[in-house]
């Protein structure tokens, strides 16, 4: 139940394309769920974060759609760059300070 | 305003040998996280720390590692008796009042081989 399941486990996108990668969780005592990025020999950097209480949160060409019904959220990177080739992380907590990590998304974005 | 640190960068021990990884959280930061990454996986939880307080130690393996904040310098994770599964990156990420509250930053983390 505290696992967050997350897909594709890589992705390759034309330059100016939208990837999504999407993640879908169990707990429904989860109700923060952020988006991190990291690029090799780096930390995870957090890119964006939702709450329930919105469907949609959008930053920079970063989105973030979150069903609160279906328990499924997902990332939308508008008119992708070959700078956003990482990989990509969701995560979701509640009612504690431990995030619960995805398996990650190899990201590619092709010139 | 420095990021988190961590340091060493990259470790390698023997099989049997002990583990010292040090964290230094952003300034202004009370909270201090461990978390552990195996290649071409997830980051998982370890443990969480205030100020001289182990708050969250669920995600620690029962035996050989420790964690401690102390009231002055780095949070220290400890690692006895490494054996080659521990082999992993470990980062460390700190928040100023709780990642419910504030976000979370990592430090580039710490690469251990086991030998």
């Known amino acids: 139940q505290q696992q967050v399941k997350q897909s594709p486990q890589s992705l390759i996108v034309q330059k100016g394309g939208i990837p999504i990668i999407n993640c879908a969780y169990e707990?429904?005592?989860?109700?923060?769920f952020p988006w991190y990025q990291q690029f090799p020999g780096k930390g995870p950097a957090l890119l964006i974060a939702?709450?329930?209480?919105?469907s949609e949160k959008k930053e920079g060409r970063f989105t973030i759609s979150f069903n609160k019904s279906a328990k499924q959220f997902s990332l939308h990177i508008m008119d992708s760059q070959p700078g956003d080739s990482a990989t990509y992380f969701c995560?979701?907590?509640?009612?504690?300070?431990?995030?619960?990590f995805g398996t990650g998304t190899r990201l590619t974005i092709i010139p | 305003n420095a990021g988190v640190m961590q340091n060493p960068r990259h470790l390698v021990r023997r099989r049997g040998q002990e583990a010292r990884l040090r964290c230094s959280p952003m300034?202004?930061?009370?909270?201090v996280y461990w978390y552990r990454q195996l290649p071409e996986e997830g980051l998982k939880f370890m443990v969480y720390?205030?100020?001289?307080?182990?708050?969250?130690e669920s995600g620690m393996p029962k035996e050989r590692f420790s964690a401690e904040f102390p009231k002055e310098g780095p949070s220290i994770l400890r690692i006895q008796q490494v054996v080659r599964g521990d082999s992993a990156a470990y980062f460390c990420?700190?928040?100023?009042?709780?990642?419910?509250?504030?976000?979370?930053?990592f430090g580039n983390g710490t690469r251990l081989t086991v030998t």
């Open positions: 990420a700190s928040s100023r009042a709780g990642i419910n509250n504030s976000p979370l930053h």
């Open positions: 707990n429904t005592a989860f109700d923060y």
């Open positions: 939702i709450r329930p209480d919105v």
């Open positions: 995560a979701a907590s509640g009612g504690n300070e431990k995030l619960t």
């Open positions: 300034k202004g930061h009370s909270h």
């Open positions: 720390l205030q100020k001289e307080n182990i708050i969250d």
